[in-house]
Nanobody, 125 residues
């Protein structure tokens, strides 16, 4: 079973940038599509971004398109989320997730087989 560990969260002022990382425990990571989701207490988990196993295809929620960039380094078993022009409404717990089977429905959390524990991002104005 793949273990996923997020890092890079914290406090940032609105307009600033932050990069999240998600490290996977095994090299099978390179064959998995990966996604980032976020969740605020009392609300459903929300899709943020996803990347195909090759890194050649990326997908974004409308709310982050043009501000966030997802990428991966299969040699390091790591996926990244570069977040720019952050807004207070980006405040959430951010989770990475792995999809073993290459689903086309990467915006749906039910697609994913493995999840990290999450890292908190707080954007203050």
């Amino acid at each position: 079973q793949v273990q996923l560990a997020e890092s890079g969260g914290g406090l940032v002022q609105a307009g600033g940038s932050m990069r999240l990382s998600c490290a996977a425990s095994e090299s099978a990571f390179s064959s998995y599509a990966m996604g980032w989701f976020r969740q605020v207490p009392g609300k459903a988990r929300e899709f943020v971004a996803a990347v195909s196993w090759t890194g050649g295809s990326t997908y974004y929620a409308d709310s982050v398109k043009g501000r966030f960039v997802i990428s991966r380094n299969n040699g390091k078993n790591t996926v990244y989320l570069q977040m720019n022009s952050l807004k207070p409404e980006d405040t959430a717990n951010y989770y990475c997730a792995a999809d073993r089977f290459g689903s086309s429905r990467l915006h749906e959390d039910a697609t994913y087989d493995y999840w990290g524990q999450g890292t908190q991002v707080t954007v203050f104005s």
